[in-house]
């Protein structure tokens, strides 16, 4: 490895959520208690990532602040020029264009415009369950529905889209918009290209507006690929609005800096306009820098480590879970860096709720997640982006302590 993935940092009064805010509390999410005395933090609950960036990153954002002027400025060309460049090479994308562009102040910021440019409030959008929390509460801050489709596990144990499902909850609310998350968070799905064929049919028959969260494309495990939406179809290119950001796969949502991709011009045009009545979404001199520096040749090779050590961290606890924890339903995620445990055999078995279980966890430092806010009332969302020695010691606590 060339870069270090195995020290442990030491985040402590450095802003980061993930360990300050445990025991605190904070007003979207249940936090983590403090453990037990003799027991150190494990965080494993806030979707980011326990590894030190890139250094391109640092040295690009270093380099801006030492002009000593931060005023009003014009987005670099580079900056475009760096996201094309990222999508030639790693997705294969061949004709996005500047135009196609545009900034956005995280995935769910997007998500806010275009919910608000296309729907009216009292709208059903169309989702899968489990759900990312932000989307759930994006919706709910916006006054829109959410319309669940659940996904299916198939006998093999790999979570499914339920067409026949989907056709029959859009048809049925006239719904004209749909959420799809790609990679899926919290289930971790790399959707293949004949699942989006086939989603996206159902889409276009029943005219429905695409927002297609692409922010976890970069961090695939076990030499999955990716397939952008907007690859799928000429038809998904023009009804697609795609969104993507540098945060999740370089540790830079503290940043804040997202941006879409967009073919299509009345899309484009109407996102434009809802965008601009906020006067909110206005991009950062050092996010844009962050980008620029993240977006670099060694930027790739940082990130194809990082899906190296992710996948031997996930492929553990996998292994561990099957092989340890009877009870405990468990599918090996093909992307993101996080692992969805459904505890509901388990928890009958021994005689105890979910919100026990969890509690024994966090009683031992093992900050986990609670999986109800992703409509999964027995589930547990787990990061395992963290240093090998701390997935090993985490699992260590929860076979003594937890699943005794």
């Not at 494990?42 to 002009?67: G, L, S, Y």
């Not at 056709?167 to 799905?189: A, E, F, W």
Request: glycine fraction near 6%; hydrophobic fraction near 40%; charged fraction near 25%.
């Amino acid at each position: 490895m060339t870069y270090d993935f195995e020290t442990i940092m030491d985040r402590r009064g450095k802003d980061a959520l993930a360990v300050d805010a445990i025991g605190a509390g904070v007003e979207w999410a249940v936090v983590p208690t403090q453990p037990k005395n003799g027991f150190s933090v494990i965080p494993m609950w806030v979707a980011d990532m326990n590894f030190a960036t890139v250094p391109t990153i640092t040295q690009a954002i270093i380099k801006r602040a030492e002009h000593p002027a931060f005023g009003y400025y014009l987005p670099k060309d580079e900056y475009y020029d760096s996201i094309i460049r990222w999508h030639r090479e790693r997705n294969g994308v061949t004709d996005l264009a500047r135009e196609n562009i545009g900034y956005e102040n995280g995935v769910i910021g997007c998500v806010s415009t275009a919910i608000q440019a296309f729907t009216a409030p009292g709208e059903k959008i169309l989702l899968h369950s489990p759900t990312y929390i932000g989307f759930t509460l994006v919706l709910k801050s916006t006054g829109r529905v959410a319309e669940l489709s659940p996904l299916k596990k198939d006998e093999t144990g790999v979570w499914r889209m339920d067409y026949e499902d989907m056709d029959k909850r859009i048809k049925k609310n006239n719904i004209h918009m749909v959420i799809l998350c790609s990679p899926h968070n919290p289930c971790g799905r790399v959707w293949e290209r004949e699942e989006l064929e086939r989603a996206m049919e159902i889409f276009r028959d029943n005219q429905c507006i695409v927002i297609s969260d692409e922010i976890w494309s970069d961090i695939l495990l076990n030499g999955n690929t990716h397939i952008p939406m907007q690859s799928i179809s000429e038809d998904a290119k023009k009804r697609t609005i795609a969104v993507y950001a540098p945060s999740k796969t370089f540790n830079l949502a503290g940043l804040i800096g997202s941006y879409h991709i967009i073919y299509d011009k009345y899309l484009r045009d109407r996102m434009n306009r809802q965008s601009d009545m906020t006067h909110y979404n206005s991009m950062n001199v050092m996010s844009m820098h962050a980008l620029i520096g993240a977006y670099k040749d060694e930027g790739h090779r940082w990130v194809d480590e990082l899906c190296e050590v992710l996948s031997k961290n996930i492929n553990y606890a996998y292994d561990f879970i099957r092989n340890e924890f009877d009870g405990i339903d468990v599918s090996k995620p093909e992307g993101t860096y996080m692992l969805f445990l459904h505890c509901e055999e388990y928890c009958k078995k021994q005689g105890l709720t979910i919100d026990e279980l969890i509690q024994k966890g966090w009683d031992v430092g093992v900050a986990w997640q609670q999986g109800a806010p992703f409509h999964d009332e027995w589930g547990i969302r787990m990061n395992l982006a963290l240093p090998f020695s701390l997935v090993e010691e985490a699992f260590d606590r929860l076979k003594r302590f937890v699943f005794v």
